[in-house]
Every structure is written in C-alpha cells, then in structure tokens.
C-alpha cells in the first residue's frame, strides 16, 4: 500500500518551488536498478519508504532535492542494495557535473537538456543583452517563440484564445516532440523576425539580375536564412556580350563574386551563409561546374549540384551523346558523350564531395504549382526545391519520442502532426521577409516543410536494424502516415483559412480537393543543431559514431556515448566505461567482442553499413514527401569511384529527387574527424572520434550541417 503523503511542495536547487510528484522517486530508483542489470520491482515498495521518511522529516518545512535524494540513497543502502545504491550516487555526481559545466557556459538549465545543447543554445539561439550575457533560459527561449507563433491566431479568428494557443506550442516545444527550423528559434518576437530557412532567388542573364541576386542574397543571410541559385540562363563563358563588345566569363566566374558576397556577410552574427549553386547538364559550361571544387577553398561558401534531365540520364543509360545549349539563344554548341559527363561527375563528387545531383524534370513533375512557373533551384541542402523568390520554413518531428512500448504510437504522432502544421502555417504570416518579391511568392504558395529527426533512434527503440527491409518498410510506414495526415490538416486549415493563394489551377484542385492552404507540407531536411538540442539522431541518418568525443567549447571535450546503446549495455551486463572508451577510438561496435552480435547488428553505423542501404532510406522517405529528401551517402576513405557510381544510378533508378554523397577525407575541413584528438578528461592523448558541436550526423562539412 502507498505512503500517505503530506508533502505537497519541493525546492528545485535554483530555489524555485514546485509540486511533489512521487514517481519520480520511484523512476530514479528503477532506472539505478536497471544501471546495474538489475530488475526494478523493488522500485515502489523503497520509493514508498523513501516519501514516508520524508514526511517524518520535514513536518513543518519543504525539502529541498537535495534532502530528498539523500533519503533515497540511505533507503538503497539500508535495505541491501548497496550497488544499486552506488549507481545512484553516480548518476548524482554526474548530474552535479552537467550543472557545473551549463553554469560555466553561463544558462540556466529547468529543462535538463544535454551540455551540448545547452552549449549550441548559448552560441546561436538564447537572447543577449548589449553587454553579450544571456537574458533568457532554454524555457523562456521556447516561451517566446510559441508567443509569437501563437499571434497569428488571431488573423483569423478575433476572439481566437492565444493563452490557449501558446500553451499548446510551448508544450509541443518544450517536450522536444518538434522543433522548427533555426531561423524560427533564433528571430521569433525580435526585431529581426526573419524565421524562414530557405530561399531561392533567381538569376537572368544580365548586371542588372545578377547584382539585385546578390543584394537579396545578403538580405537573406544577414537575416539567418539559405540560399539557393540556378546559374543557367546566364550565357557561358567566351560568349560576346553585344552591348559592350566584350566577352562573357560565365556562371562559375560570377558564382565567385557571390561567394565573396557571403564571406563578409556573417548570418545574423550566429552563424556562416550557406547557398546552392546549380546548373543544368546541357549548359555549355558544365565541364567546368563540375570541375570547380577541384581548387582547394574554392568556392567554399557553396554546395554544389547538377541539374540533369532525364534525357540525360536516359542518354547515360543507353551510351548516347546529349547536346550542350547556349541558353542566350537556344542554339547547340556542341555534344558530349553523357556517360562520360556522368562519369566525371561521380569521380569529383568522390574526390571532393561535389557536385551532388539533382533530377530537374523529376521535381517539376511533382511542382504543385506548374501554372505559376517552373523550379529550377533548391535550398543549400537540396531538400526544398522553390520557384524564384519562394521561401519555406521547416520543422521537424521527433520520431524517437513517437514509440511508447516497443510500437509505434500513431495516435501521438497525428496529434504532434497536426499541431506542427498549424505551426508551420502561423509562421508564414508572423514572418518578417527580407524584401517584398519573397513575400509575394510565399504567401501566394504558402508552402512549409515538416520532416522528421530522430529515425535512427526510432528504429534502435523498435529493434529494427537501419540496413534492412525493415527499416526502409518503417520508413514508408512512417513517412506515409506523416504525409497523410499533414495533407488532411492542411486541407482543414484550407477550409477555414483559406487556401494559398495559386490554389486555382493548381494539382490539388485538379485532384479534387475543395481547399488546400498549403501548397506542400512535407520535406526531410538536415536537423543538425535542433536534433542536438532535441537530444536524437540528425534527419533520417544512421549513427555516426556509438561513442565519440564532442568538443563542446574551447579546452572542453566530453565522451558522449548514445543513451540507449548506454542502456542496453547495462541491461545486456557488458558495460564498462573503459569498453565505451575503447569503442570511442573507432565510433563503431564491429570488432568488439565484448559486444553481442544482435547489439552490434542494431547499432549500426553510417560506414558499416552498404551505401544502397543510405539510398534506400532516402527512397522511402521520397515516396511520400513532397519536397525532396537530405540525406547524405557516407563513404569511407578506401571507396572506390564505381560505388560512388552505382549510388548516383541508384538514387534516380529509385526515385529520389537528387543525391549528396561525403567520402571521409574528401574536404581538409570537416566537424567529424577520426583521428588524433587529445582527451584532456580521458588524461591522455589518443585516437577518438571527433565531434564539434554542431555535427549531428550527415554530411561532416560546416556548410551542410543543416538547419
């Protein structure tokens, strides 16, 4: 039977006093319990030991956590479970380290997010007085923006409640089930109040473009936002420029002048500019696109890709020559052998991490606004292809937090859905553009991007090993229910709202639909620095490393080892933390004998894994999404140019709407790093995985770490 409980209240250790909630004793108990492979049924019977002395001990005054977790310990102690007891004063001695390192970094933390989390927030989201200090916590940060979020309510509906509106978002925040893109964490409810990731900004053949691109560029950057440029219709180079006799020096030439543009322009002062550049396979300058990278820092503020047809590709296919077009005048200049470009495209893209490829004709067959024009750029990562002067903004759903007993817990994952979607759609009209064209554009299609974070994790929780049929049949699962119930809220919102303004003519009507308030709702994008915050695995990627080191800040590197492989160490009884050191030499479990085959297989690697199984992922996530998918295709050091190949082939024989591949050592500057690290808290000098503290998985280059 239960202790009768008098204590209501609990000093926090900041002194704030907040409700007595029991269970949680009993949740600590139970999990210094399963730290030393134990069972938990004791649990309730010592948590019910530990309120009553509570009540004996402060009759007249609250305990504070400490005197609480005191109790706790004396309990374990006294009733024979000295181990489980010793566990417990671990975990305390940890926790008590985390608190000094977040106070050093100078946040204080309600939250109990990770250092590393905390250490991101510091440096690119919490809010700053003149004098640089932090003026807010990770709560109030998410406070304010679901404050904000929640004003537009009230556009429609004049006596929307906004307490009411704000609750919800702040709790879909602050349980980490979703997040939205940077932009929209760092300028919600501040003087900047630019909250959208990506942008695509056109480019014509002329100074006039050109120069207006590049203004509207540093308005984007400057405001934390991406870029995203098709350089194709500007003539190539040699081509005589009749106005001025003089000859033209081509699109590589001038990407370089964007590339000095985002150089002095550091994004809102948290973060570097980031732009895509494209151009089309049958431009007369491919050859040197494709090439550019091959000078070292060249280019340095760019991703790189093609634009090929699927005439190309289908030239590629059947050994053909496919025709290069001035776009100044439409005439041929010449023909090339499409393997050939093919081939040279995959063995730069081996050398150097450039170009990837994106499947033009693909995307537009999937444009839902062909009426308005065609696509012929992405964001920086690939995963949002806009019309000119569109913008979007992205958010993603914490998939590690939709499993509730080993299942999938559909019923959390419509609601968390639903909600984010109406987030999503706030956020276009709260947004403050950097220019008038990109306000036009956005409000006329009103797309938004809600992806996923976290399915590495998900797949651990659900036994389910990422390089398998399984996984890519979780993954269509997933990602079709996502697709499925975003459409229907979008519908909804249509209903009530609106739909977006090119709603007329559009494939959704064509389709049937009444109403449609959002011209696309799904996108998969790179979830760098909110899955560190959220605490899971970047976007759809695999494990990088099961335990590695993270430089947290200058002179501060912690081993960081994933919670559930942590878990299933203790619960499997091989747990050591010499073997998570041993293991952070190499990231991977493969030669450790120490570990079970079935942990091994479960916790796999983005190296030990076949690059198809990177590609299939991707796929999978593609049959139902919208937009396009980021996902990168890790290589190791040793891979040979045809593997780089057979993923290209593959990754248009499936369906994606583009590809990024990364060979480990490609780029000098990487955030990842398997090499010679000095572990000041290890004592000594060895080889560790490397993190900074931005890298959660992906492509291992800062211009690609994602939103």
């Known amino acids: 039977m239960p202790a009768k409980n008098k204590i209501k209240r609990i000093q926090k250790r900041d002194g704030r006093i907040v409700d007595f909630e029991p269970q949680k004793i009993t949740e600590a108990i139970k999990k210094a319990f399963t730290a030393v492979g134990g ?36 309990v374990l102690i006294k009733s024979g479970y000295a181990d489980v007891a010793k566990a417990y004063i671990l975990y305390r001695q940890k926790r008590a380290e985390i608190r000094r390192l977040k106070s050093f970094i100078g946040v204080s933390d309600e939250l109990k997010l990770s250092v590393n989390a905390v250490n991101v927030l510091e440096r690119r989201y919490l809010l700053k007085n003149e ?96 870029t995203g440029f098709s350089f194709s219709k500007l003539r190539p ?7 001025t006799k003089r000859v033209a020096s081509g699109p590589v030439s001038f990407m370089r002048v964007f590339n000095t543009g985002t150089e002095v322009i550091k994004q809102g002062g948290k973060r ?57 005048n439409g005439e041929v200049v010449r023909k090339l052998k499409a393997a050939d470009v093919f081939d040279l495209i995959v063995t730069m893209a081996w050398k150097t991490g450039d170009p990837g490829m994106i499947f033009i004709d693909r995307i537009n067959r999937a444009n839902p606004t062909p009426h308005i024009g065609q696509i012929e750029a992405t964001n920086p990562c690939g995963e949002q292809p806009l019309l000119p002067f569109e913008s979007c903004n992205l958010g993603s759903v914490n ?74 049949q979780t993954a269509e699962r997933l990602m079709r229910f996502i697709q499925k119930e975003a459409h229907k809220m979008s519908a ?28 696309t709702t799904t996108t998969i994008a790179p979830t760098g620095t909110i899955s560190i915050i959220a605490g899971t695995t970047s976007g759809i990627e695999p494990l990088f490393a099961v335990t590695f080191v993270r430089n947290v800040m200058e002179g501060t590197k912690l081993l960081e080892v994933n919670p559930l492989f942590e878990e299933m160490a203790k619960k499997e009884g091989f747990y050591s933390e010499e073997l998570m050191m ?106 560790y995985v490397s993190a900074d503290s931005e890298y959660a998985g992906g492509c291992p280059t800062p211009l690609c770490m994602g939103t």
């Open 39 to 74: 069972q938990a049924e004791p649990a309730p019977a010592l948590s019910d030991e530990v309120v009553q002395l509570i009540n004996e001990r402060f009759p007249d005054r609250i305990p504070g956590v400490e005197d609480v977790q005191d109790i706790v310990e004396e």
């Open 131 to 226: 004098e640089g200090k932090i003026v807010e916590t990770p709560a109030q940060l998410f406070k304010r923006v679901a404050n904000h979020v929640a004003s537009a309510e009230k556009l429609y509906q004049r006596d929307a409640d906004l307490s009411a509106s704000e609750e919800e978002f702040y709790s879909l925040l602050t349980s980490l089930d979703f997040l939205p893109n940077t932009p929209t964490l760092m300028n919600s409810g501040t003087k900047i109040g630019q909250l959208s990731g990506c942008f695509v900004i056109p480019v014509e053949d002329s100074m006039t473009s050109i120069f207006d691109a590049l203004k509207y560029m540093a308005l984007v950057h400057k405001s934390g936002g991406g």
């Open 237 to 243: 180079r040699g081509d005589i420029v009749k106005s």
């Open 272 to 328: 570097r500019g980031a732009n895509m550049g494209i151009l089309r396979v049958d431009h007369p300058d491919i050859l040197e696109f494709i090439t550019c990278k091959t000078r070292e820092n060249f280019l340095n503020n760019f991703n790189i890709s093609v634009a090929a047809t699927d005439d190309f590709m289908k030239a590629v296919k059947e050994g053909k020559e496919y025709s290069l077009v001035n776009p100044r």
């Open 399 to 472: 998939l590690s937090h939709m499993i509730a007993d080993g299942k999938i817990d559909f019923d959390k994952l419509r609601k968390t859905v639903r909600l984010a979607v109406r987030f999503l759609d706030n956020v276009i009209d709260i947004n403050h553009y950097p220019a008038k064209p990109f306000e036009e554009m956005t409000k006329g299609n009103r797309k938004i991007g809600l992806g996923v974070m976290g399915f590495a994790e998900t797949l651990i929780k659900l036994n389910t090993p990422y390089n398998s049929e399984e996984a890519v």
């Open 492 to 519: 909804e919102l249509g209903e009530t709202r609106g739909s977006f303004l090119n709603f007329k003519g559009s494939p959704w009507e064509k389709k049937g639909y009444s109403a449609m308030r959002n011209a």
């Open 582 to 687: 041993k293991i952070a030499k190499k990231g991977s479990l493969q030669d450790f004998a120490e570990v079970p085959e079935k942990v091994k297989r479960l916790f796999v690697t983005s190296f030990d894994m076949a690059p198809e199984w990177h590609v299939r992922i991707q796929a999978a996530f593609q049959k139902y999404t919208d937009n396009a998918v980021s996902k990168t295709v890790n290589f190791a050091p040793d891979v040979t140019v045809d593997e780089v190949k057979k993923a290209y082939s593959l990754a248009y024989e499936l369906g994606c709407k583009g590809i990024t591949v990364y060979r480990y050592g490609s780029k000098k500057e990487q955030v990842l790093y398997i090499g010679s690290v000095v572990s000041e808290e290890l004592g000594e000098s060895r080889e």
